[in-house]
């Protein structure tokens, strides 16, 4: 069994599933049961790797003799996996040779008329769950692509890399994976997540990311002397979601570049109510349009007789990571050279989300997200192809030499 395989499912065993309702960090304990058994590994060998508090995992991969001048470039994977779907007792499954054929799994079906995709891993080793749990290949593919990396990189010294750092965090799917992250500790230049979905995917835009908190205050008196005095705090909120009359831009019937604004949640009665709307776009003027039209209606409904007034909180959440990597193109052409080099055609696409690497980006270490090989992401029908992975550490391995001989060449 290659080392890659093995790893791979000896990570996918340990239960890490992060908890968006708890206070700590990590959110979990149990997510240090993977960083620690990541940190002996590493100790193993003999790369030096420090666990922090705030939970995360940091390795170095001294540069080969001769390199030491080379870019530093940072990897990143998430040792976490989503509460979307069970975590815990996870058995997988290979499929050699996948036939095409819908496979049968424990009470459901993972099959190519559900999603077409797993036709791209016809011949592949596909691996499944038993269907019961999630894989975990999010984001355990990308850990244990890193982990052999490691590995490659200390026992063949004629692949000759500049410093790498490898960081193992927590939390990435709650949306705390940066949080009390110190990116001064990777001592790099340039990162990449290890995070993405299906083999060729590679992605370094996301979306502008902004929340709108509403809260409306009401009076309320006896309805039958309400006449001329009652102000309704939930009809103030039903009548801005009706007017921002936005039935196109939600998240079921927008795709691609389109942004949308989505109504998370909307609760109260007479006396006071809540809203709060979450406002996504690739394009910063576009987002910024939403929440002017919100700031307007609110205003105007607030002004009204008889409307229950209303304030509008913005919070801004996470930005485009394309504004931080735009002026430093050679992240860009450096992962397309490594992708075309291993034969891999890149599939590049925006990120209808956010990613680590957006904030680690903000924080000025640009950092596209490279692809693991899975699907069905936070699903018990999540999947990967060993061959796939297989290629992208082939990938990762032929960037980090990219980045040393482009030094060389300059
Ligand atoms: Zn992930």
């Known amino acids: 069994m290659s080392h890659l395989l093995e790893r791979f499912l000896r990570y996918t ?68 996996t989503s509460p979307e779907a069970p975590g815990e007792q996870v058995s997988p499954f290979l ?50 692509i890193l982990m052999t990396l490691a590995e490659e ?19 990435e799917e709650v949306g705390r994976g940066l949080e009390s992250f110190d990116e001064s500790l990777l001592g790099a230049a340039y ?5 993405g979905g299906l083999e060729g995917e590679f992605e370094y835009e996301c979306f502008h990311a902004a929340s709108a908190h509403i809260t409306a205050t009401g009076h309320n008196v006896h309805p039958g002397s309400a006449y001329h005095t009652m102000r309704h705090a939930l009809q103030s909120l039903i009548k801005l979601d009706y007017r921002l009359g936005y039935e196109s831009e939600r998240p079921e019937v927008t ?28 394009d910063r003027q576009l987002l910024k349009q939403r929440l002017e039209r919100i700031r307007e209606i609110a205003q105007e409904i607030s002004s009204e007789p008889h409307a229950a007034p209303l304030t509008v909180e913005v919070s801004y959440q996470y ?10 193109p050679e992240v860009i052409e450096h992962a397309v050279a490594a992708y075309e080099a291993v034969g891999v055609k890149p599939i590049i696409q925006p990120i209808r989300g956010g990613t680590d690497g957006a904030v680690l980006s903000e924080r000025g270490i640009p950092c596209p997200n490279i692809f693991t090989s899975g699907g069905n992401f936070h699903s018990i029908h999540e999947y990967c192809s060993l061959d796939a992975m297989e290629r992208c550490l082939a990938i990762v391995t032929q960037l980090v030499r990219l980045y040393a001989t482009s030094d060389e060449q300059a």
């Open 13 to 80: 065993k340990v239960h890490t599933t992060s908890d968006p309702d708890s206070p700590t960090k990590p959110s979990t304990a149990r997510q240090w049961d993977l960083l620690r058994l990541l940190h002996t590994e590493l100790e193993e060998l003999q790369l030096p790797a420090t666990c922090y508090e705030a939970g995360y995992l940091i390795a170095h991969i001294p540069a080969t003799a001769g390199y030491e001048g080379a870019p530093s470039v940072a990897f990143l994977a998430h040792v976490d």
């Open 95 to 144: 499929h050699p040779n996948y036939d095409g054929k819908p496979i049968q799994l424990k009470g459901s079906v993972l099959s190519p008329s559900d999603y077409p995709d797993l036709l791209r891993y016809v011949g592949h080793t596909l691996i499944t769950s038993d269907g019961t749990t999630l894989l975990g290949a999010d984001d355990k593919a990308g850990v244990a």
């Open 191 to 195: 990162a990449y997540t290890i995070d």
């Open 255 to 282: 795709e691609g570049r389109e942004g949308f604004l989505h109504l998370c949640q909307m609760e109260g009665d007479v006396s006071s109510a809540t809203a709060s709307y979450i406002i996504r776009d690739h």
């Open 153 to 171: 990189l200390q026992q063949r010294p004629e692949l000759a890399h500049g410093p790498i750092a490898l960081a193992f965090t927590t939390d």
């Open 319 to 328: 930005r485009n990571m394309y504004d931080y990597i735009a002026p430093h």
